[in-house]
């Protein structure tokens, strides 16, 4: 399947907010509760506004012919000394898991990174039973920091 990978910050807030809520409802391995964390569009709107403000902020998305399928966040952390840091949050729509999307996301993501100099440590959390998660990540070259019981 083809992919193009495009910068979300332009996409519509409600559009943006549909598909990572959507992703988020379909499975089970986000750490937070989509509509505890971004309860209305406003608030939702709110947070990409924020994100976009900061340097090495990453929003991507993954267009296929039948449209919006899959995010990456790159949220660089606010605090002075770890402001070279940042989070990196990401989903694909459940059907169409596994078939490169995630890939091309990441690909894209690091890339945009390797580019810019605020950025330099990207961290993420997986569910240590999420092996295809994992293994993605091993092979864009992220390295298993710790494993919480």
């Not at 379909?26 to 709107?45: K, L, Q």
């Not at 078939?99 to 890339?111: F, I, N, P, V």
Request: proline share 3%; no cysteine; net charge neutral.
């Amino acid at each position: 399947m083809l992919y193009s990978i495009e910068d979300g910050f332009p996409l519509p807030a409600e559009d943006a907010r549909r598909l990572l809520r959507d992703i988020h409802e379909s499975a089970d391995t986000f750490a937070v509760n989509f509509d505890d964390e971004f309860p209305s569009a406003e608030a939702f709107d709110r947070f990409l506004r924020d994100l976009r403000r900061r340097p090495g902020a990453l929003f991507l998305v993954a267009r296929g012919t039948s449209g919006l399928l899959g995010f990456l966040l790159v949220e660089p952390r606010r605090a002075g000394k770890l402001r070279h840091a940042a989070d990196l949050h990401m989903g694909v729509r459940a059907e169409t898991r596994g078939q490169g999307a995630g890939s091309a996301l990441l690909a894209a993501a690091l890339d945009r990174l390797n580019a810019q100099t605020d950025v330099e440590i990207v961290y993420l959390m997986v569910r240590a039973d999420n092996e295809s998660a994992l293994r993605l990540y091993r092979r864009h070259g992220f390295q298993l920091l710790a494993t919480r019981e």
